[in-house]
């Protein structure tokens, strides 16, 4: 008697045995598993880095706003400083100058897009209108 093609026959067993060649279906479905399980997590991570990119992006922007109106304000005369507002970019940028003989504190607020948390809310959300105050005293000269 001849054996079914593929198979071979063991001195130590009655009947043919087969060869055991490729994957299981459990081995396939485990290393499906494994890859789905590690796609997420790159999708998760793409869109971590994407949220820290638009936030940084936004708080450059904010400082840059900042910046411009420090300059101008460095750049008035001491007495001409009071209180002013322009608009930068998306920020809208308030200053307001206190009073004093030989030095005055200025109070710069941006309003625009940023960083916001709620109450109840444990991570900071991008919000479209979120104050930011810095104080800086302008010395006479």
Known sequence: MMPPSGARFDSTRDGPQRSAAGFSLVEVVVAIIILAV?????????????RQVTLADVMSERSAALQSVIER??????????????SIGVFNVSWSAGTGAQSKVVQIVTMGPGLHTTAGNPFPMLAPAVPDTFEYRLLRP
């Open 38 to 50: 590690g796609v997420l997590g790159l999708g998760g991570t793409t869109a971590y880095i994407v």
């Open 73 to 86: 304000v460095q750049a008035m005369a001491f007495d001409s400083v009071t209180t002013g507002s322009d």
